[in-house]
């Protein structure tokens, strides 16, 4: 079946960065569109950036935007997700997700101290 697996969150101080890691298995990885989202304490869960299969097509969210870098290594079945110049509005719990995947996994918790 289907499985995404989010690794590589922490605890981080304001302006430092991570670089979170979503290994999928069970699918044709390099097929498949593929996203992060996150979601914050009290508020909806939001879509942050996207990446076509083949790796071309990026989009962000504007409040990541010139911060935050998605990529994807399809030899590896995993998509990436460097986060840079962090601030506490970042902390959240970051999803991938696959498109046209309707399951959510565990997530990883990322938290920017104040």
């Known amino acids: 079946q289907v499985q995404l697996v989010e690794s590589g969150g922490g605890l981080v101080e304001p302006g430092g960065s991570l670089r979170l890691s979503c290994a999928a298995s069970?699918?044709?990885?390099?097929?498949?569109?593929m996203s992060w989202y996150r979601q914050a304490p009290g508020k909806e869960r939001e879509l942050i950036a996207s990446?076509?299969?083949?790796?071309?097509?990026?989009n962000y969210a504007e409040s990541v935007k010139g911060r935050f870098t998605i990529s994807r290594d399809n030899a590896k079945n995993t998509l990436y997700l460097q986060l840079d110049s962090l601030t506490p509005d970042d902390t959240a719990v970051y999803y991938c997700r696959r498109t046209s995947f309707p399951d959510w996994g565990q997530g990883t918790q990322v938290t920017v101290s104040l």
């Open positions: 990446i076509a299969g083949s790796g071309a097509g990026i």
């Open positions: 069970g699918f044709a990885f390099s097929y498949y569109g």
